[in-house]
C-alpha cells in the first residue's frame, strides 16, 4: 500500500515537485505514477526486484558501460558518489545528470538515489555548506543546526544530489572515534537529538532525503569499521535506553532513511547490525517503529569482509530486513546483485518480505523530485 509518509512527503516538498517534469526531457522521470508502488513491485522479475535492493558506488566522473547497463536494466536503485566525482560543481552536476538520463524500464523510471557523504567537518564529498563539523553545530544548538542543515539542502540540490548520508546520530562517548573525529552532535542522547534532528528536518524540508546513523549508534567505537571489526560490549537496556534514543525522535519526524552500522552488538547477536534481523527488524522496526528506508553502511570494508564478502553479506543483508545494500564499487553490487536473483529464484528469499523493501525503496525514489 501508498504510505501516507509519502504522500505527506510529497506534499510538503511543494513547488520542488514541479521539477519532476523537467526530468522527464532526459528519461529520469517519476514514470507510471499511475500505479502504486505495491503493483509495480509484484510484477518486477527477480532481477528488477533485486535491484532495487542494491546501491553502487561510483568514484570519478566516467559512467562505465558496465554501470550503465546495469542503471539501464534496472539492477541498482541508486549510485553512491566520491568526492572524486565532483572535480568542480559543474563536472558534478553533468556527471549527476548522465546518471539520471539513463533510460529506465518503464515501472522504475523514478529518479535514481543519487547520494554523498555531507556530514560537514572531516566527512565532506563536496565543497560548500554545512561549513561546520556535527561537534560544532551540536555545541552552537538548534537553530544553527536548522540553518546548516537548509544550506546543505540547497547546496546538495544544486548539484543533483538528492540523498545525504548525514546526520549521524552517534552518542559521542569519549574516548570513542566519533568523538575524536567530532562527527558526533554531542554526548548525550539528549543533545544529539536536540540538535542533529533540526539539521535532519531541513535537509528534507529542502528535498535532500536525510540519513540517519550508525544503528543502533557507533559513539562507543574504538575504530571506524571501515578499517576494522569492532564489537560494541553495551548491554540491550543502554543501547536502547541511550544510543537508540534520537532514533526515536528521528523517526517521529518522519526520518527518510536509517544507516545500520557494520559493528557487532553481541547483546543482540553475533552479526554485522546491518546484517541482524533481531537489530534490522526487530530493533529498529518493531521497538523504535521506524517506517522509511533503512540501507547498511558499506559492505566490502573490513568489518564485513571478515563476515564472508558482498555475496554473503547482501544475502544476510536482504534476511535481515534492510531495505537497501551499500557497495562502494559496481563489482562488489554486481556480487550481491547476482546471490540476490540466484535465491529468489530459487525460492530461498521470503518473497514477501523482500517485496515489502523494494516498495519502500521505491516509494522513496517517487517521492524524491529529479534533479
Do not use: C
Request: glycine share 12%; no cysteine.
Amino acid at each position: 500500500m501508498e504510505r501516507s509518509r509519502a504522500r505527506r512527503r510529497r506534499l510538503a516538498l511543494g513547488t520542488l515537485l514541479g521539477l519532476a517534469a523537467a526530468a522527464f526531457a532526459f528519461g529520469a522521470a517519476l514514470g507510471d505514477t499511475t500505479s502504486t508502488t505495491v503493483e509495480v513491485v509484484e510484477k518486477l522479475p527477480p532481477g528488477q526486484l533485486a535491484g532495487e535492493r542494491i546501491v553502487a558506488g561510483l568514484s570519478g566522473t566516467a559512467v562505465s558501460p558496465r554501470l550503465r547497463e546495469a542503471i539501464g536494466e534496472g539492477r541498482v536503485a541508486g549510485v553512491l558518489l566520491f568526492a572524486e566525482s565532483f572535480p568542480s560543481r559543474a563536472e558534478g552536476r553533468r556527471l549527476i545528470r548522465r546518471l539520471q538520463a539513463i533510460r529506465r524500464p518503464l515501472a522504475l523510471r523514478a529518479p535514481l538515489l543519487v547520494m554523498v557523504d555531507q556530514e560537514g567537518g572531516l566527512v565532506k564529498r563536496v565543497g560548500g555548506a554545512p561549513t561546520a563539523s556535527a561537534a560544532q553545530i551540536g555545541a552552537r544548538g538548534a537553530a544553527f543546526s536548522r540553518e546548516q542543515g537548509a544550506a546543505t539542502a540547497r547546496n546538495l540540490r544544486d548539484l543533483g544530489v538528492n540523498v545525504d548520508l548525514a546526520p549521524v546520530l552517534d552518542v559521542a562517548r569519549p574516548g570513542g572515534t566519533i568523538a575524536a573525529t567530532e562527527r558526533g552532535f554531542g554526548a548525550s542522547a539528549q543533545r544529539v537529538a536536540a540538535t542533529a534532528i533540526p539539521f535532519a528536518e531541513a535537509l528534507q524540508s529542502g528535498g535532500v532525503a536525510a540519513t540517519a546513523k550508525h544503528f543502533p549508534g557507533l559513539g562507543a567505537a574504538a575504530e571506524n569499521t571501515d578499517f576494522a571489526v569492532q564489537r560494541i560490549g553495551l548491554s540491550k537496556a543502554r543501547l536502547r535506553a541511550v544510543d537508540e534514543a534520537p532514533y526515536r525522535d528521528f523517526t517521529r519526524i518522519g526520518g527518510d532513511l536509517v544507516m545500520l552500522s557494520t559493528a557487532i552488538y553481541p547483546a543482540f547477536s553475533d552479526e554485522p547490525a546491518a546484517l541482524s534481523r533481531p537489530i534490522a527488524t526487530g530493533e529498529l522496526r518493531g521497538r523504535i517503529g521506524f517506517e522509511g528506508v533503512s540501507i547498511t553502511d558499506a559492505l566490502g570494508t573490513v568489518a564485513v569482509e571478515a563476515f564472508g564478502g558482498p555475496a554473503k553479506a547482501a544475502l544476510a543483508g536482504a534476511r535481515a530486513g534492510t531495505d537497501l545494500l551499500l557497495f562502494n564499487e559496481l563489482s562488489q553490487a554486481e556480487s550481491g546483485w547476482r546471490a540476490l536473483v540466484a535465491k529468489l529464484r530459487a525460492g530461498g528469499l521470503d518473497r514477501g518480505q523482500f517485496e515489502a523493501s523494494a516498495q519502500r525503496v521505491l516509494e522513496l525514489r517517487r517521492a524524491l523530485a529529479g534533479p
